[in-house]
């Protein structure tokens, strides 16, 4: 099982997936099969003011869906030409959208077989993207309506463009990236947030020096989009996008950059004439913008707003749902994971109440760093039972600690994880259960998860405790 900031994939183009390292690989439009029974037969439809929609999914988890593909729609009607200087061209997408893996794999393999284990794709000759629901993020539809409006305003919707040399793919996804990204405020859905899962990617990979200095990240080719750094590019696109949105200098010279290389010009060229011919400067001035994104308010922090858990992301399957201002998850035979991404941190408090009906719950930590697997620790509770165990990869998970509390079920419980100093501690109903060294430097990576369980969660915070993170270096005078 894997952590990934998925987003679709473009048939005729690339394939794009879970962030944490699904293939990703160019492909070109291909003809359909019409061999055998068709799969989007018995889907239903629903039919938006911008998009038509095809699901199996839950009739409500439809609905809503379709309702914020429109207002994602409308947003960047207004927001994207601000940035272009050129308006949204209509478009009429459609959405095929399979509640299982398993269905959307059927489908993928008789019509984009190359893409059978990726998150979903984009196929252009169709204006059509087909993903499935769960392990998939709500930023992955957006993130590929955005490529359907740049096919129409570069008249390409089968990504031709990005064989081109010095085709700036940073553009082009980073667009992608920055429009998918959203915030709930005051109940509604806001576009071209700050993103914390790219946020976090990059912190790490400035804290580790792995970040790719922009004059590799100008010339990138599709490669560097898949596989084991995936994550950090897909991230570092976002990251520039929004220094040049958030730099009134370089937002100006914006809508020419994309004038010039919609006309034809070089991407490395017409990125020199219109933002700067020195990229070392650039370059300086880039990485401190991106350090002062990471600055953390002091005190606790609500992961939950009771409302809504749009900002999280399902993993492996279960029934998660708002009940009565809490999360009510229903699993089944397997592991089910709710995560989300915050910012980096070395030191914190994780709080939340649990009631457990039955099986297992636990807590989840992690981190998103492109060069490890992103879950670190999981603390099970189950009945008179609390287990830290620390997780290497998908299939090497060791126990660190198994203690036997008495842990009253179908009663709220108060569960605190804190790291601090070397030490992770668990508290449970007030008593303290596991104590045990720590060594990984930063956490970004917070959720809960269900093992052939049924649980509710209520309260899930989390503040920084000492030490702080370290300071980032001086920024540049800008």
């Not at 699993?331 to 030191?347: A, D, K, Q």
């Not at 039972?385 to 108060?414: C, G, M, Y």
Request: charged share 20%; net charge neutral; aromatic share 14%.
């Amino acid at each position: 099982m894997k952590i990934e900031d998925m987003r679709g994939i473009r048939r005729g183009l690339i394939a794009t997936c879970f962030v944490l390292l699904l293939p990703h690989s160019w492909v070109f439009a291909q003809q359909h099969s019409n061999s055998g029974a068709d799969l989007t037969a018995n889907l239903r439809i629903y039919t938006t003011k911008h998009f038509v929609l095809k699901s199996d999914s839950p009739r409500q988890f439809a609905e809503d869906l379709g309702t914020k593909l429109d207002i994602y729609y409308e947003q960047l009607g207004e927001m994207l030409p601000k940035i272009l200087g050129e308006p949204v061209q209509a478009i009429r997408a459609s959405v095929i959208l399979f509640e299982k893996q398993d269905d959307y794999q059927k489908y993928a393999n008789r019509n984009a077989p190359q893409l059978v284990n990726n998150g979903g794709f984009y196929d252009g000759a169709t204006r059509t993207i087909v993903t499935y629901r769960y392990n998939n993020s709500l930023q992955l539809y957006f993130h590929e309506i955005l490529h359907a409006v740049m096919g129409e305003l570069f008249k390409d919707h089968y990504f031709l463009r990005y064989s081109k040399k010095h085709w700036p793919i940073w553009f082009d996804e980073g667009l992608a990236e920055y429009f998918g990204s959203f915030e709930l405020r005051d109940g509604t859905l806001r576009f071209g947030a700050r993103n914390k899962t790219k946020i976090a990617y990059l912190l790490n990979a400035l804290h580790t020096k792995s970040f790719v200095n922009l004059p590799q990240m100008l010339t990138a080719l599709s490669d560097q989009y898949s596989g084991a750094t995936m994550n950090l590019y897909y991230a570092e696109a976002w990251g520039l996008i929004d220094f040049l949105v958030h730099h009134e200098r370089y937002r100006k010279a914006l809508p020419r950059f994309f004038a010039a290389i919609k006309a034809g010009r070089d991407g490395y060229e017409a990125f020199q004439e219109h933002f700067s011919s020195d990229l070392t400067d650039l370059n300086n001035r880039w990485r401190a913008h991106l350090w002062s994104l990471g600055t953390i308010t002091e005190g606790w922090q609500d992961l939950f707003d009771g409302q809504s858990i749009d900002g999280w992301t399902v993993h492996e399957g279960g029934q998660w749902s708002i009940q009565q201002g809490q999360i009510d998850g229903r699993g089944n035979e397997n592991y089910n994971y709710l995560i989300r991404s915050e910012l980096p941190r070395t030191s914190f408090t994780f709080s939340l109440d649990i009631r457990l009906e039955e099986g297992t719950a636990g807590v989840i930590l992690g981190n998103n760093y492109h060069d490890e697997y992103p879950y670190y620790y999981l603390v099970d509770i189950a009945h008179n039972q609390v287990t830290l165990r620390r997780a290497f990869s998908a299939t090497k998970i060791t126990t660190v600690r198994d203690e036997h509390p008495h842990i009253p079920s179908k009663n709220w419980l108060p569960v605190s994880v804190s790291v601090a100093n070397d030490r992770l501690r668990v508290w449970v109903n007030g008593q303290l259960v596991v104590d045990e060294p720590e060594h990984k430097e930063r956490y970004s990576l917070f959720g809960v998860y269900l093992y052939q369980g049924r649980a509710r969660f209520r309260n899930l915070r989390i503040r920084n405790e000492p030490p702080t993170p370290p300071a980032a270096p001086a920024t540049l005078e800008r």
